[in-house]
Nanobody, 123 residues
Framework: VQLQASGGGLVQAGGSLRLSCAAS????????MGWFRQAPGKKREFVAA????????YYVDSVKGRFTISRDNAKNTVYLQMNSLKPEDTAVYYC?????????????????WGQGTLVTVSS
């Protein structure tokens, strides 16, 4: 599986962005998909994950109520809608796929990673 993230950019605090992650391969619909982020000098951290059907979604507390993860299995794409952005959301955002089909927030449990897209939120 190859993952291609896009949609990052520069936005003012309070603004919105939508990230997309396009996946290759016919087994996309069976994977748990996740979004992670890594700020300069910090470890990569979990942001959100979504089950294979899109019926279950999980978020880190700091983005609950502001970010929404979704997926379109017909398009092999997962999205991250980010609203009410804050300067502390600035990071490189990565999408990832987990073959196990069980939700996990752990970086090491994901099998495939995209290249990352930079989100910069100015104050």
């Amino acid at each position: 599986v190859q993952l291609q993230a896009s949609g990052g950019g520069l936005v003012q605090a309070g603004g919105s962005l939508r990230l997309s992650c396009a996946a290759s391969g016919r087994t996309f619909s069976s994977y748990v998909m996740g979004w992670f982020r890594q700020a300069p000098g910090k470890k990569r951290e979990f942001v959100a994950a979504i089950g294979w059907s899109g019926g279950s979604a999980y978020y880190v507390d700091s983005v609950k109520g502001r970010f929404t993860i979704s997926r379109d299995n017909a398009k092999n794409t997962v999205y991250l809608q980010m609203n009410s952005l804050k300067p502390e959301d600035t990071a490189v955002y990565y999408c990832a796929a987990d073959r196990s089909n069980f939700y996990t927030p752990n970086v090491g449990d994901y099998d495939y990673w995209g290249q990352g897209t930079l989100v910069t939120v100015s104050s």
